[in-house]
């Protein structure tokens, strides 16, 4: 199904980009519906004025140096300051697996455990990684609820949700994983940590400057 859902969508990516393109040039994009009340799939402050919506799938080796390589970097030079929150959204188009390891991330979320089990996903990534049997491992070498782990698994109640947030990402612009948005600026692939840099000081400049403008007006209203 999954795999339909991706046709149906690249059919219409042409037609979809462009509209996406239009609206962010003119103002860049909320964090999508989807995660916006989902704080255990935020890291950083709620109130950041930058906003970086990852779009990813954990059999993706870019995925993983990513996780691995930059995302350390961005946590203390921008994250834990509150200057970036970073929101994860899944982009599962790499097979079966992709959508069984994604589901298990929302499963683990439900008992408060989105990123130790997000990082449990990456540091075993590769062959067989992400059979039900070894996503249910994991959850038991984290000290999960074992037994609820596996009934939320095994009832693939989040397939629909998986699906629907990849499906979002095609029509976004993404095209392969991982794909970022930097308070709209897309940003592909597991590019090295200056070319995060310096989209995030240019969307950090931009956000400064509008409250400037915002500020100014006030004062003179």
């Known amino acids: ?58 059999q993706c080796s870019f995925c993983r140096k990513f996780w691995a390589q930059t995302l350390p970097r961005l946590k203390e030079t921008y994250i834990k300051n509150g200057q970036v929150r970073l929101v994860y959204q899944h982009f599962a188009v790499l097979g079966e697996h992709s959508v069984a390891a994604a589901h298990a991330a929302e499963c683990a979320m439900e008992q408060g455990k989105f990123w130790p089990y997000h990082d449990k996903l990456f540091e075993n990534q590769g062959a067989l990684a992400f059979t039900d049997a070894k996503l249910k491992r994991y959850a038991e070498e ?17 397939r629909q949700k998986v699906e629907t947030e990849t499906s979002l990402g095609f029509r976004l612009g993404a095209r392969g994983t991982p794909t970022f948005f ?24 931009k956000a400064s400057s509008q409250r400037s403008d915002k500020d100014g007006r006030s004062d003179k209203e």
């Open 182 to 205: 930097i308070n709209g600026r897309l940003l592909a692939g597991a590019q090295p940590f200056e070319a995060f840099r310096a989209a995030i000081e240019e969307a950090l400049a």
């Open 142 to 158: 984290m000290g999960l609820d074992v037994g609820a782990f596996a009934q939320c698994l095994d009832s693939r109640k989040y």
């Open 1 to 58: 199904m999954l795999r339909r859902s991706i046709l149906l969508v690249a059919l219409t990516a042409a037609a979809a980009l462009a509209v996406a393109g239009a609206s962010m040039a003119a103002e860049p994009p909320a964090i999508p519906q989807t995660v916006t009340s989902e704080s255990e799939r935020l890291l950083g402050s709620p109130n950041a004025p930058v906003t970086m919506v990852e779009f990813s799938d954990f």
